[in-house]
C-alpha cells in the first residue's frame, strides 16, 4: 500500500503544466501521455494484465526518446533513466514466463518486477520533465 502511494505522489508530481516558452510542447504532451498512462495503466489489476499497459508506455517512451534526439537534448540521467525502464522491462518479461509456465499470475516475483518496471517509468518522468524544462544551451542565461 505503501508502495502504491508513493508511485501516485510520484506520478503527480511529475505533471508540470507551466512549462517555460522553449517548453517543447511535443514532448510536454508526450510526457503528459505517458504520465497519465502510467497513472491509469495497472490500478486495480493483476500483475499478469499490467503487461499490455506497460507495453503502451515503452511505446510512448520510444516517442519521447525520438522527440528528445530531435530537439538533442540528450543528459547522463536520461539516458541512465532509460537504461533502467530497459533492465527493469527485462525482468518483468523474464517474471511473466516464470508465472505463465507456473501458471500463477499473481506470483510475487511478478508482482515485485511490475513494481519495478512502474517506479523505473516514474524515474524517466522525472528526466524527461528536467531535460523538458531546462533552458536550452546559448539562451542568453550563461554567466559571462
Do not use: I
Amino acid at each position: 500500500m505503501a508502495c502504491a502511494a508513493v508511485l501516485v505522489a510520484l506520478a503527480t508530481g511529475c505533471r508540470n503544466d507551466t512549462a517555460p516558452a522553449w517548453g517543447y510542447p511535443e514532448l510536454g504532451a508526450t510526457l503528459g501521455s505517458l504520465s497519465r498512462t502510467l497513472e491509469e495503466g495497472c490500478a486495480g489489476k493483476a500483475p499478469a494484465s499490467c503487461s499490455e499497459d506497460l507495453d503502451r508506455l515503452d511505446a510512448l517512451a520510444e516517442r519521447a526518446f525520438a522527440e528528445v534526439l530531435d530537439h538533442r537534448l540528450l543528459d547522463d540521467a536520461y539516458l541512465a533513466a532509460r537504461n533502467e525502464v530497459r533492465r527493469a522491462r527485462q525482468l518483468r518479461l523474464a517474471a511473466e514466463a516464470r508465472a505463465r509456465s507456473r501458471r500463477d499470475p499473481h506470483h510475487p516475483s511478478l508482482a515485485r518486477a511490475v513494481a519495478a518496471e512502474q517506479l523505473a517509468y516514474l524515474h524517466l518522468l522525472a528526466a524527461l520533465e528536467r531535460v523538458r524544462t531546462a533552458p536550452p544551451p546559448g539562451d542568453g542565461t550563461d554567466p559571462v
